[in-house]
């Protein structure tokens, strides 16, 4: 299925990063599964990795990539289930090089607005994307206003949202996400 018109338009206007990521500067990909988190900004970071912890600590085989929005120096983890690169969506080659390199299972995205260019980030084979933390100004904030058919068509990429409260479920379904996808169930917290 193609992107809306509205969507190619916003995504043909969007400046280029000013240094583009290539495969060969991530660190290498273990084998198994990859969850990627993605931290709106560090003060995410904690619930983030506290959650990771809680599957390494079960024996989940799973490696957690984590980026946090506006990062652009990685911090590598040497730990053999976490990995820190630097945030892929400046642009959308910087994005399809990361989900090209870690071919994820599974996208968290905790918090923030999510930008224009991860709907035009399809690939193949598609994984499952969870929104976490969703409130109604990072809803109200979402690229697109001028365009409804943007918005609508960056939230659809998510399978499911979890809003800090019920205002942020009302302003989901006001953008035509089905009820049934959004949960208002609280912040995601650091269980330490």
């Given amino acids: 299925m193609g992107k809306p018109l509205g969507l190619k338009a916003y995504l043909t206007f969007q400046g280029k990063s000013v240094k583009s990521q290539k495969q060969n500067d991530f660190p290498a990909r273990p084998p198994g599964p990859v969850v990627w988190i993605?931290?709106?900004?560090?003060?995410?970071?904690?619930?983030?990795?506290?959650?990771?912890?809680?599957?390494?600590?079960?024996?989940?085989?799973?490696?957690?990539?984590?980026?946090?929005?506006g990062v652009v120096d990685g911090q590598a983890f040497d730990t053999k289930w976490q990995k820190h690169v630097a945030d892929p969506c400046g642009s959308m080659g910087d994005l399809r090089a990361f989900l090209d390199h870690w071919t994820p299972q599974l996208l968290l995205w905790l918090g923030g607005t999510p930008p224009a260019i991860l709907a035009g980030a399809k690939t193949q084979p598609d994984f499952a994307r969870i929104m976490v933390d969703a409130t109604a100004?990072?809803?109200?904030?979402?690229?697109?206003?001028?365009?409804?058919?943007?918005r609508k068509s960056l939230f659809s990429q998510f399978n499911h949202v979890i809003t800090v409260d019920e205002q942020a479920?009302?302003?989901?379904?006001?953008?035509?996400?089905?009820?049934?996808?959004?949960?208002?169930?609280?912040?995601?917290?650091?269980?330490?």
């Fill in 38 to 69: 993605r931290c709106a900004d560090a003060p995410h970071f904690p619930a983030a990795q506290s959650l990771a912890r809680r599957f390494a600590e079960d024996g989940d085989a799973t490696t957690f990539v984590f980026t946090i929005g």
């Fill in 169 to 192: 479920a009302a302003a989901l379904r006001r953008l035509g996400y089905a009820a049934s996808r959004i949960e208002p169930l609280g912040a995601l917290a650091d269980s330490q």
């Fill in 137 to 150: 100004a990072d809803i109200g904030a979402t690229p697109g206003r001028w365009v409804p058919s943007i």
